[in-house]
């Protein structure tokens, strides 16, 4: 059950899970605007942190260039206190927690009412992967086949010019996705034995998409997902 903040106000805790590649971020974004979570996004985290040049963002480059998880400490040092200061929001988790250690971490501080995990194959992810390309400030995500921006290379928003980050190049990508897989499976075993896990398995978000949001519709009463959507924007 979503915890109850007062008699008037519910919280919705979620996480989303898949390998990279997946569609969290794009299926996060659908999930923030149709049903009001904050989506939180460990990359995304990650990526503010290199881009400020903080410790652990110094640290955390040093391990995705080489396509390895960032050590467990530094995630949840950097993770858990954001998640306290927002002890009054309904919020979705993408990516993470992605080991054990990490949801150990997070079933100490705060009960999650659903955990979705995307299953894909291993094919489409390499291929959608290799079509990836990211506005670097904003974390905004495009694909040149599935969703191009208006103008090849620049950002629909900003006009800024578009990157490929170092992660999805070939070098890096195959070691994350072997990688991916064992470290995984424990975590999904958690979820699956309290009873939170949905797993969805598609080559396409579009075909995906309808099961999450009827899955959500059901439970996230819509009076308490439009008071969420109004408190985000
Ligand atoms: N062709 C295709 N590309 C997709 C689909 N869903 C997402 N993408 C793209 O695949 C890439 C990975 O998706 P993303 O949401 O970033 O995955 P994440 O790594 O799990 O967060 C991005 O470039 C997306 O635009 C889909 O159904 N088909
Ligand atoms: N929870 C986490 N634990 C360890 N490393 C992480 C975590 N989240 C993100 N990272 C690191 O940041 C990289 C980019 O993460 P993310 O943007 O979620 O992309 P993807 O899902 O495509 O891997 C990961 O490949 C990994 O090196």
């Not at 992605?98 to 894909?120: F, G, K």
């Not at 191009?148 to 994350?176: F, N």
């Not at 999450?212 to 009076?223: E, F, G, M, Q, Y």
Request: charged content about 25%; aromatic content about 6%; hydrophobic content about 40%.
């Amino acid at each position: 059950m979503a915890q109850k903040l007062d008699d008037t106000k519910l919280l919705f805790r979620a996480v989303i899970m898949g390998p990279p590649g997946s569609g969290k971020g794009t299926i996060s974004e659908r999930i923030a605007r149709g049903f009001g979570l904050q989506h939180l996004s460990s990359g995304d985290f990650l990526r503010e942190n290199i881009a400020s040049n903080t410790e652990a963002g110094v640290l955390a480059k040093t391990y995705i260039e080489k396509g390895l998880l960032v050590p467990d400490h530094v995630m949840t040092r950097l993770l858990l206190p954001r998640l306290e200061e927002m002890t009054c929001h309904s919020w979705l988790l993408d990516g993470f927690p992605r080991t054990l250690a990490q949801a150990e971490a997070l079933n100490s501080s705060c009960e999650l009412d659903l955990v979705i995990s995307l299953n894909i194959p291993l094919e489409t992810l390499k291929e959608r992967l290799s079509h990836r390309w990211i506005h670097q400030a904003s974390g905004r995500v495009y694909n040149m086949c599935f969703n191009p921006p208006r103008v090849q290379g620049v950002d629909d928003i900003t006009g800024e010019p578009l990157i490929q980050q170092d992660d999805d190049k070939p070098e890096a990508l195959v070691a994350r996705l072997r990688h991916y897989k064992d470290v995984a499976k424990p975590v999904i075993d958690v979820y699956k034995a309290k009873g939170i896990l949905h797993t969805f398995s598609d080559t396409d978000t579009d075909r995906i998409w309808p099961y999450i949001s009827s899955l959500l519709s059901a439970k996230i009463p819509t009076d308490i997902a439009d008071a969420q959507r109004a408190s985000t924007h």
